[in-house]
Every structure is written in C-alpha cells, then in structure tokens.
C-alpha cells in the first residue's frame, strides 16, 4: 500500500500544482521512479475514490492521465487477437442452412 500511497500523493500534488499530461506524468515518476502505466492508472482510481477530493479540474487531470496510461497499454503491449478479425455481425451473409431452411 506504501508505494500506492506515494504515487496518489505524486498524482495530486501533480495535479494541484497545474500540471497536465507529460509534465504530471514526468512529475509523478520523478517522485516515484519504480511507477508503471499499471501502477499510476491504480493510483489515479484512488485518488478518483478519494471523497476529500472535490475539486473538478484536479479530478479530471488524473482522470485523463489514467485514461491515456491505460489506452497506451492497449496500444502498445498487446497483440490484435483472432476475435478483433472477425466481421461484424450484420456484415456477415446469411448462413447456407438459413437460407434453404423456410424462403418465405
């Protein structure tokens, strides 16, 4: 819990402070050097918990940072599976036995 408690603090303060995206970012792993995108996006649904937290433009800075730190890992770290290939379901033609079985 200690290390997630240093990157919510880096995280806010971060935020408190005015900075955005690449700065908070840079800000919060100069303060936590060991962070990750999984870490910080952990750290961000805390602080998003906090209900001490009220201020609108804080809470949507580490919103948008989480986001992108998460959409990155999607980008980056995974391969296409077999299922992002497939047609879409209305794209499909009709089946072979749906179209013998009742032509109505």
Sequence with gaps: MGEKRKLYEALVDGA???LTDKALQEYVI?????ASGKKIVR???TALQDPHLKDRNILDTIC???IKHRLDG????EAPSARDS???PFS???DKEAQGA???
């Design 16 to 18: 408190t402070e005015g």
């Design 30 to 34: 100069g303060r936590c050097p060991k």
């Design 43 to 45: 750290a961000a649904i």
């Design 64 to 66: 948008t940072l989480a």
């Design 74 to 77: 999607f980008q980056a770290n």
């Design 86 to 88: 497939w047609p879409a």
């Design 92 to 94: 499909r033609g009709a």
């Design 102 to 104: 009742n032509p109505a």
